[in-house]
């Protein structure tokens, strides 16, 4: 603790252990009293990624010829991880839905 909060500069490696702190700042009543008006909503305790065949997925712009594929993640209140995909180029879609069987 001891660090005060800054939401709009999160880096990608650090934003599960932000998520976990915050989380613990509400349930145990520490930290100051706007953390305790945070609502995390969409919260799971995994990182979400992708992986090509290439390597990791990332934004770095994409050159002309390669696909660009668009990967929303959604985690609603049940824990269920719903995700897209959609080959912008092409105008392909697939969707998956992962549900918790607890």
Do not use: W
């Not at 706007?34 to 799971?44: K, P």
């Not at 770095?60 to 990967?71: A, E």
């Not at 609603?76 to 897209?84: C, P, R, S």
């Amino acid at each position: 603790m001891g660090k005060e909060l800054c939401m709009q500069s999160i880096f990608p490696d650090e934003d599960v252990d932000y998520g976990a702190a915050v989380q613990t700042a509400i349930l145990t009543g520490e930290g100051n009293g706007n953390v305790q008006e945070v609502l995390l909503l969409d919260v799971t305790p995994l990182r979400l990624e992708l992986e090509t065949a290439g390597g990791r997925c990332h934004d770095s712009g994409t050159p002309r010829g390669v696909p660009q594929i668009n990967v929303p993640f959604d985690v609603d209140a049940n824990g269920t991880l719903n995700v897209t995909a959609e080959d912008k180029t092409a105008g392909f879609k697939n969707k998956i839905t992962i549900a918790n069987d607890n």
